[in-house]
């Protein structure tokens, strides 16, 4: 097989069971007996789990509760399911649902898209060191926090910002960027994919070295332009790459980036720009309501885990790549 | 084929092996984590150096950038108790300090409490190591620990995140609306007779214990769960401000009705004057820069969803919620034309009170609404940085009907709350404090000679004031309201003991100076001689002689559980819609489907809520 994947090479999809080692089938006291020592160490890793991952379900509890947060869980009063109805009751909980999605569904396929289209115009480049030093700007953006880039972007776009003067040199009568609700999803994508395209363009490079070279000198002999080239070598090899990444991408299609709205936004574009995090951030730390913020949290959650399994499946039925 | 590479899963064993080496190297990167922080203050801060006769500020005060620290070698030793020990050039004050009576605690009581970040400090100076802290400590023995600090933006969210995991601060400052969110879940102590026992009959009686309206907030059943502060003495409300000199360029009279503000900020624009005339910012109704005055004008009050609200008489008796009338419908339509003028900042919705007040220093801006203050706050950077130019305070604008109103100052303020289960002991310490802070800011001429001048704080040299080399008090190197020590150190914050405390002062010295200025002492002539001081005291008359506009908030009562439920969202909601009509992304009718959706979405529940009150209370 030729599985040349970081991923797990699913090929078979069964288990055969003349494979299995002779201990699955033995009785289980006496697989502890013979590896111990490899249990005990197992305990420390297991007992995080279950504080850090399995206790903090203890806090979902929430969502079925009257909070208090000064008796706690146990001393609050239940009430059922009247958390979720009040949630689906709530106008704005559509609008969310609906900002994360599209803002989300935006960053994922044109990061990718850019991410790609940069990766194969670097390959192109011949010039080592330039290639290099392009690279690494485009990176660079990848690795500062939202709040440092978006300062930069509140001044770029804003009123008397860079991109309003060109606008406005151009002709153009400043936007409203960041303040205009039709417009704010946009910027939002944008200004996200110009922080990462450079991140995801590593991938789709480290895809590219597949490509062996003798082919493409070859196909440039039998006379293919690099359209051709593009057409026929390169895209073949990345598409799989690209669809891993976007199905992947699917799996966080609730995850729309909390730290860059969070930044960002501003109450005139909540309609469009106010997203699940930013929403339960608002409801439980700010609004002090526990409840409502944890009920969202558990609908994203919940969401988020049919979106992980499902797009896992779809990579694997697609491109035979899968995450587990 | 080799099978083994083929295997599609792990084999236990393979697992275990890689769950060992997972769980051991877990293991160790946990024992190496060590916790950075100290778990103790540092004790015994080394004490400030000598200030040389070198580092002394220059007789002009500069205006320093509010980040701006100073070298340790300059940290100047606090004198507040030492006033007339001569220093590096044998100058003495004519002056003394002097401090009523405190059984001091022995040993020293300690009490935790949020601290705020600063704008301004010196090197080296940390929350227990500042005058202020000194002083409390020296006089009172009572010694201020930080629990955390945090910056005042932020200053909310950490407290909501401390009573969700019970990490509550020994004291703290809460505002109203928000004080029944922690008194109703039963997160604070319950201090009734704590108070009633420890306050002085000067602080009872000063704070209108137990009759005033101020108490509601903290009041639950009849008991009391902190201490209300006092919020008067005009401290918010938004008087008219101008920039004289740009009015005269324009050629035109100081405006008086809304139309003419519009008229005359199109006229600074199209001059080239500023680009944005008008200052504004997304909390709209807030501290400075506010449209309180636009909204007066078409006699309604609202506070726009920025969390103050205004609850107006009806007619037949009862309240009505203020952003429903029909008055703030007309305010939009004149806010969402600046905005289509370009008359206001477009970018207004990313931008809070003090970044719009930052415009107005920068010169962007030249008509707003803020308070008396100011006089001291902003203007003398605005002067400092435009030679030349000159704010005036002129009447509130008046609507088509000729109203004008603003929405003044209320008196449901903050108040401090005190965690459940803390000692009563520092609850008492605290009520103690609060006994001789009180004291000295109201018999303040048998105290502080100088009178209570600089935001209630202490006078210390080296921070509000300074002796050149001839002896002459000259300002001291803290811009103004930028030394918040005491804002954390609680009961030295404005207002927390006597209303109106600075500018009746203020008044007073100028009466002597006028009567026999040979009786004032160094001091007292420093601080008339300040311009701030004479420009607050011009605007401070002026909000006095025009309270009759006030709009006033009928609602005292503090919120029940039934109005905390329904509050946030509906803060939010307004706020939400009236932005969205004044930046046009919504049409202005939109505010008649607000006024009937602000009812449907809890506003129902609210207004029955305050009318109960209201009968109970009238």
């Given amino acids: 097989m030729s599985e040349a994947s970081i991923f797990h090479p699913d090929v078979s999809h069964k288990r055969d069971t003349p494979d299995l080692p002779n201990d699955q089938i033995n009785p289980i006291r006496k697989t502890i007996k013979r590896d111990w020592s490899l249990y005990l160490l197992l305990i420390p890793a297991t007992l995080l789990i279950i504080f850090l991952r399995i206790y903090p379900f203890w806090g979902a509890s929430i969502a079925f509760v009257r909070y208090n947060p000064v008796a706690g869980v146990g001393g609050s009063q239940f009430v059922g399911l009247k958390n979720f109805i009040d949630v689906f009751h709530r106008p704005e909980i559509v609008n969310l649902i609906r900002n994360t999605i599209v803002i989300s569904l935006g960053k994922i396929t044109l990061e990718e898209i850019f991410g790609l289209a940069f990766a194969i115009l670097v390959y192109e480049v011949r010039f080592r060191a330039f290639k290099k030093v392009i690279q690494t700007i485009a990176t660079f953006p990848h690795f500062f926090s939202w709040v440092i880039i978006g300062t930069l972007a509140l001044s770029l776009l804003g009123a008397n910002g860079m991109v309003n003067q060109a606008l406005e040199v151009m002709g153009i009568h400043s936007l409203r960027f960041l303040g205009d609700k039709n417009i704010f999803p946009f910027s939002l994508i944008f200004t996200d994919v110009w922080k990462e395209f450079g991140w995801s363009a590593v991938i789709y490079l480290a895809a590219l070295t597949q490509i062996n070279p003798e082919l493409i000198e070859a196909a440039a002999v039998d006379g293919a332009g690099r359209w051709a080239r593009l057409w026929y070598i390169i895209l073949p090899v990345v598409f799989p790459t690209f669809i891993f990444m976007v199905t992947l991408g699917l799996g966080g299609l609730l995850d729309a980036g909390f730290d860059q709205v969070l930044v960002l936004y501003n109450p005139a574009v909540y309609s469009t720009g106010d997203i699940l995090d930013t929403y339960v951030y608002r409801m439980g730390l700010i609004n002090f309501k526990f409840e409502i913020a944890t009920v969202v949290g558990m609908i994203k959650a919940i969401v988020g885990y049919i979106a992980i399994i499902s797009a896992n499946w779809v990579s694997g039925k697609i491109t035979n790549l899968r995450m587990f | ?618």
Avoid at chain 2, 191 to 199: G, K, L, Q, W
């Fill in chain 2, 1 to 618: 084929m080799n099978q083994k590479l083929n295997k599609p899963y792990l084999s236990r064993r393979d697992f275990l092996r890689f769950a060992s080496l997972a769980s051991g190297a877990l293991v160790l990167a946990s024992c190496n984590v060590k916790t950075e922080t100290p778990t103790e203050a540092p004790t015994n801060p080394p004490p400030p150096a000598l200030p040389t006769a070198t580092s002394k500020p220059s007789d002009t005060p500069v205006p320093l950038k509010p980040t701006a620290t100073l070298k340790p070698t300059e940290i100047p030793v606090p004198t507040a108790t030492t006033g007339a020990t001569p220093d590096a050039n044998g100058c003495v004050t004519d002056w003394l300090f002097k401090y009523p009576e405190f059984t001091k605690y022995d040993p020293p009581i300690v009490v935790k409490v949020p601290f705020r970040t600063m704008n301004f400090q010196y090197e080296g100076e940390t929350f227990t190591n500042n005058p202020s802290h000194q002083l409390l400590l020296d006089k009172l023995g009572i010694d201020y620990q930080e629990s955390y600090e945090v910056p005042g933006s932020e200053y909310y969210t950490r407290l909501n995140n401390d009573l969700a995991a019970g990490t509550l601060p020994d004291v703290f400052r809460v505002g109203n609306p928000r004080l029944g969110q922690y008194i109703n879940v039963g997160a604070v102590e319950d201090i009734t007779d704590i108070f009633e026992a420890t306050a002085s009959d000067l602080v009872k009686q000063v704070k209108g214990y137990p009759k005033s309206s101020i108490w509601n907030g903290v009041r639950m059943d009849g008991r009391i769960y902190g201490v209300a502060y006092l919020e008067d003495g005009f401290t918010s409300d938004n008087l008219a401000f101008i920039r004289s000199d740009w009015l005269e360029q324009v050629g035109m009279p100081a405006p008086k009705t809304v139309d003419d503000v519009t008229a005359v900020a199109k006229a600074i624009k199209e001059k080239g004057l500023c680009q944005f005339p008008i200052a504004m910012n997304q909390e709209l109704v807030t501290w400075q820069c506010s449209v309180d005055p636009i909204i007066g004008a078409f006699g309604a009050m609202s506070g726009m969803g920025s969390g103050t609200v205004w609850w107006l008489k009806n007619p037949d008796g009862t309240l009505r919620y203020g952003s429903l009338d029909a008055g703030v419908k007309s305010a939009l339509a004149v806010l969402n034309q600046w905005f289509k003028d370009e008359l206001v900042d477009t970018d207004f919705i990313n931008k809070d009170a003090s970044a719009s007040g930052d415009a107005v220093l920068a010169g962007q801006a030249g008509i707003f609404y803020a308070p008396w203050w100011i006089g001291q706050g902003l203007l003398p950077d605005v002067y400092a940085a435009f030679p030349g130019s000159k704010v005036d305070v002129i009447p509130s604008p008046t609507g088509p009907e000729g109203k004008k109103g603003r929405g003044g100052t209320g008196l449901l303020g903050n108040a401090l709350l005190f965690r459940k289960g803390l000692d009563p002991k520092i609850i008492e310490a605290s009520i103690k404090q609060l006994n001789w802070h009180t004291e000295m800011h109201v018999n303040w001429d048998q105290y502080q000679a100088y009178g209570e001048a600089f935001q209630g704080a202490f006078f210390f040299r080296g921070y509000e004031w300074d002796l050149d080399t001839q002896c002459n008090m000259v300002l001291g190197p803290i811009p103004d309201s930028e030394w918040r020590y005491q804002q954390d150190l609680m009961w030295n914050y404005r207002g927390v003991c006597y209303p109106d405390y600075q500018v009746p002062i203020f008044q007073k010295m100028a009466e002597w100076q006028k009567a026999d200025p040979a009786k004032l002492n160094s001091a007292q002539k420093f601080i008339i001689g300040i311009k701030a001081k004479q420009d607050n005291m011009t605007f401070f008359n002026y909000a006095v002689d025009t309270r009759d506009e006030i709009i006033p908030n009928e609602f005292l009562g503090s919120n029940t559980e039934a109005i905390s439920n329904v509050l946030s969202d509906l803060q939010d909601y307004e706020r939400t819609t009236f932005l969205e009509i004044i930046t046009g992304s919504r049409p202005l009718d939109d505010f008649d489907k607000f006024t009937t959706e602000w009812l449907d979405r809890g506003g129902k529940i609210y207004t029955e809520e305050v009318n109960k009150w209201y009968s109970a209370n009238k």
